[in-house]
């Protein structure tokens, strides 16, 4: 069902020859506050690529740039220098095929769950009937069914980050970039959250931006984790997860997945970043 | 219901305790009226088809300087809100007349204006501007980030921000600003029929102080509160309604805490 709904492969002709190259490139991207003796460098020559299709999880501890990354790829802040594109053309504002997930779920008070869903379709100006069909069916893929019309303040924590997922979802972006989402949910709750994500993609086939504090949730859900240093701001080492998919939340207990989380608490280590600063 | 019944037998009480006290102390009724006399001005009042005349006069002045002075105050909020260099260039006028007590306003508004209701419209609106227009600045800058972010990602335009977010985001405090603004401007068109008129229930009080009618005052004092609860009632039903959504309004109303007294 849910390649009917979130698929891609049917709207896009040139597809194929895309697939193979990568869908963002970042190219010695760096950032800096302020001018002068004052400035701050909150991102340094950052720069990666990330292949269509794929989802990529960014780590590091609080002050590396992470969120800072991720705004400069969602176009709300330029970068000082060097570049991001996205499927070929470069990042210089916001752009419509980009859809993004925030650290708190930020729904509109005054919109229902399928109000909420809607906005970027309003705000895009999309086919209301058409975008009403797939909203109805995004609702239906994270279970959301029979609350279509409640009002955010009669969801639970977990259920308000859904809707802020499918969201970003509804408009077809060829990107998701998501900045923590699940943060400030419990333990229980996250978990399950993590596993639902996972299925989601499984289904949209999105490029995916993963941004997270949490090493374990990065190797669960990612096929690569980038990990970033702080003060200032760069990649550290990218490590390739080689688990197979779908992957159920027993594998957190297996020794391979053990042994990746400990090589980037490592890595995360060797950096010497904890504290806070930008983020 | 038992805590109603205990309710209106307080209120029983205290008229009943305030009708013994002024006749056992024979207060003069042009010092205190018992609350019978007070009762028979306002029957009287009603009969002589007196009151409503009066009541109808007011009532009007205050509601158009209801709706020009929050109308005015809602589109000079926006403004100010959205525009930097306006806000920069107003901002020495808007301190300074919030810090006067608009009412104080009333003699020269009469003297400009003159006797009838074009002063008191004015009074009204000039007294119930200021608690719209700084509610609807608060309001519209109230828009939380992550949501202003949200939007931008979007690529949605400055319009698109305003209507979808920035105007529903600033309606609990546009509310709370309308439901003060009724009051303020009842408040308004009474002290400038106070300062003169040739009718109102402000004109009316004069007149009975001069001829001592206190009993009379007391009626209109009643007639007053009656149509402040109805004209404040009336923002309030419309509140409930449009901000459904609104966990304040639902817990009800800590926003117009800060409502009454000019």
Redesign the interface.
Known sequence: MGDAVLGRQTDLPASTEIASQAAIAINHLSLRYGTGPKAVTALDDIGFSVREGEFVSVVGPSGCGKSTLL?IL???LPPTSGSASLNGTDIQ????D?G?V???P?L???RTVLGNVL??A???GLDKAAMRTRALDLVNLVGLTGFEDS?P?QLSGGMQQRVGIIRALI?DPALLLMDEPFGALDAMTRESMNVELQRIWLESKKTVLFITHSTAEAVFLADRVVVMTPRPGRIGDVFEVDLPRPRPLEVMNTEKFGTYVQRIRRALNATGGHGGGLD | MINFVLRLGLIGAVLGVWEWLVAFMQVPTYILPPPTSIFRGLVNGFSSNLYPEHIMVTLSETLLGFVFGTVLAFFLGTIVALSKRVEYFLYPFIVMFQAMPKVALAPLIVVWFGLGLTSKVINAALVAFFPLMVNTIVGLKSADEDRINLMRSLAASKWQIFWMLRLPNALPFIFAGLEIAMIFALIGAIVAEFVGAEKGLGMLIQSMNINMDVAGQFSILLILSMLGLLLNGTVTFIRRRVLFWDPATQADGKLNSDKGGV
Do not use: N, T
Not at chain 1, 93 to 96: K, L, N, T
């Open positions: 705004k969602a176009g709300l504002g916001p752009r419509r980009i993004v925030f650290q708190s930020v509109f008070p005054w906005l970027p309003d705000v895009q009002y303040r408009h």
